[in-house]
């Protein structure tokens, strides 16, 4: 019931595309994250799912420093992450997949993430 309301509302091609679009930007996303040496991208993208982390310079695991770094992130009110384990590692999950996301939304999103990973490392 629910694809069918989502279907007869924006029809297949726009739903296609959005779901082209949205999976187009994980991938630019995935590709920013691991060209940057403080992040890592922990397993491939799935569709338009990144699963990332900021790295630990000091703590072994992370946990401590993704807990907070999530917190801050969604604290801003700008973006909403959420987390997930991956073999027991902390990570964090940005998810594309709003009808109204904009390049300039995520443009924002990814500089907001940079600018919060350096007050987590500064803190």
């Known amino acids: 019931m629910q694809l069918w309301v989502v279907i007869r509302r924006f029809g ?3 739903l296609r595309e ?3 679009v949205s999976i ?3 991938k630019h ?3 920013l994250v691991g060209a ?3 992040f890592e991208v922990v397993v491939p993208k799935r569709l338009s799912l990144v699963c990332f982390r900021l790295k630990p310079k000091v703590e072994a695991d992370g946990t401590e420093l993704n807990m907070k770094f999530l917190e801050v992130i969604n604290s801003t009110s700008h ?9 027991g590692m902390y990570v964090l999950r940005f998810a594309i997949g709003g009808t109204l996301i904009e390049l300039r ?3 924002a999103t990814w500089n907001l993430i940079q600018e919060n990973a350096d ?3 500064a803190s």
């Open 12 to 14: 297949v091609a726009r």
């Open 18 to 20: 959005h779901v082209q």
């Open 24 to 26: 187009m930007m994980a």
């Open 29 to 31: 996303f995935e590709g």
């Open 36 to 38: 940057n040496p403080r």
């Open 79 to 87: 973006a909403f992450l959420i987390h997930t384990l991956i073999g």
């Open 105 to 107: 939304h995520f443009n």
């Open 119 to 121: 007050l987590v490392e």
